[in-house]
């Protein structure tokens, strides 16, 4: 219901307010510490009316950043591969689920996650303790159980529109909370626990 809900309220949104915010999202997300000194950066192609993803993609590929980008694979865990412009992406469908932009380069399998120094995870809504509302499909429930079992631990960020920062959102014991939410508006961080 609330994942429908946050949706929408996405679905509502004009293209111009789209772009302007993916220009905004972009700006905050390059002055990021943690993307400033990354030399790996796991991301995703936005699609539909997410917050906008395609300019900080290249803005990071220009900085010298080796960018991963997912694929889905059947059971629903992510794959990744690497990103060298709108070029190397295919848009793929996905059974009756939404079609999403994958590179389309070698794979370097599910761990390859394992090496980035920050994730840029998709989301519908964050709260006040950090805690993510995904679309709940579990791919990147996965990539997060990976990384904790590995025991890596890059930077967690979320990027969402300003409305989407909320008092509090369900979370389950698994679940693990962002370092930080960044918005058209600007960057919020959260208190590690």
Excluded: I
């Excluded at 192609?45 to 980008?69: C, F, K, Q």
């Amino acid at each position: 219901m609330l994942r429908r809900e946050f949706l929408g309220v996405r679905n509502r949104l004009t293209a111009d307010v789209v772009t302007a915010a993916a220009d905004a999202l972009a700006g905050h997300a390059l002055e990021l510490p943690e993307l400033a000194c990354a030399r790996t950066v796991a991301a995703y192609v936005s699609v539909g009316n997410e917050p906008g993803t395609l300019a900080l993609l290249d803005a990071l590929v220009t900085r010298g950043v080796r960018v991963l980008l997912p694929a889905l694979l059947p059971d629903h865990d992510l794959d990744w591969g690497a990103y060298a412009g709108e070029g190397s992406l295919a848009r793929v469908q996905h059974g009756g689920k939404m079609a999403l932009f994958e590179p389309t380069g070698e794979r370097l399998g599910p761990d390859a996650v394992l090496g980035a120094d920050a994730v840029l995870l998709p989301g519908l809504a964050v709260d006040a303790h950090g805690m993510r509302l995904g679309r709940g499909g579990g791919s990147y429930d996965r990539v997060l159980a990976r990384l904790e079992r590995a025991g890596a631990r890059p930077a967690l960020v979320v990027l969402l529109y300003d409305t989407e920062v909320v008092g509090r959102v369900p979370a389950e014991a698994h679940d693990l909370p962002v370092q930080a939410v960044v918005t058209p508006s600007g960057v919020r961080r959260f208190a590690s626990p």
